[in-house]
């Protein structure tokens, strides 16, 4: 019996086989995946240090290890004991306008933390940002100012910082006609009722954390970074 040719594959070769990669893409390759290795090792080794007892490493390079880290890789555990989160904390801002005739405005108070709730709710897969910026963006400035707004080193002016700049990317430059010159942000703090089984008594009562205005600078604005 006579043998047969095998049929051609997709791409023409004979069986289906492909040919293998050229030395320059199979270089690319490689360097892309050390690199990508490279890039995961130095992830994962900025979070554990963050987290870490202190040592060597973290007295060292502790001021590059928050760089990096904070305020968008910072670990919190308030989710578990030995004290879980019994608040409902909500972010609200507003904002002071020139209008265009000259003169000024200011808007009622934005929830932006119920804009993100609206954002997740029914939200299979909602992003990290909607669920964790905002909040861990106010337990940043939280941690690093005093009871009279005072910025406690480095960290607090990021912080600060960072909030405004969250602030301008939910208003904008623009805003109800005119532009925005100052923005105030406070907290809403309403402790979360016991349950009707409970015994415990609590004061449900919202608490209101209000910052001093801000004036708005160019690197505030969204894309400043970017300029």
């Known amino acids: 019996m006579a043998e047969t040719d095998p049929e051609p594959g997709p791409d023409g070769d004979a069986g289906g086989t492909r040919a293998p990669l050229?030395?320059?893409a199979q270089l690319v390759v490689a360097v892309g995946v050390a690199v990508a290795v490279v890039a995961a090792t130095l992830h994962l080794a900025a979070a554990f240090l963050s987290v870490s007892p202190p040592n060597t490493l973290t007295k060292r390079h502790g001021a590059a290890i928050?760089?990096?880290?904070y305020p968008e890789f910072e670990r919190v555990w308030k989710l578990f004991a030995p004290n879980p989160l019994q608040q409902n904390i909500a972010v609200q801002a507003r904002a002071e306008i020139r209008t265009p005739d000259g003169g000024t405005a200011t808007t009622g108070w934005r929830d932006l933390s119920a804009q993100d709730g609206a954002a997740i709710r029914h939200n299979p897969l909602p992003s990290h940002t909607q669920q964790n910026e905002l909040r861990r963006a106010w337990e940043f400035y939280v941690g690093s100012h005093d009871a009279q707004e005072r910025p406690q080193g480095a960290r607090g002016d990021l912080s600060g910082q960072y909030i405004r700049r969250i602030v301008m990317l939910r208003f904008g430059r623009e805003k109800d006609g005119g532009t925005v010159r100052r923005v105030q942000v406070r907290s809403?703090?309403?402790p979360v009722a016991p349950p009707p089984w409970s015994d415990?008594?609590?004061?449900?009562?919202?608490?209101?954390?209000?910052l001093p205005w801000w004036t708005v600078t160019a690197e505030d604005l969204p894309g400043a970074m970017s300029r």
Do not use: G, L
Not at 66 to 69: I, L, R, S
Not at 200 to 210: A, G, L, N, Q, S
């Open 22 to 24: 050229s030395v320059p």
């Open 188 to 190: 809403a703090t309403t």
């Open 200 to 210: 415990e008594k609590i004061d449900t009562k919202t608490v209101y954390r209000v």
């Open 66 to 69: 928050d760089d990096y880290v």
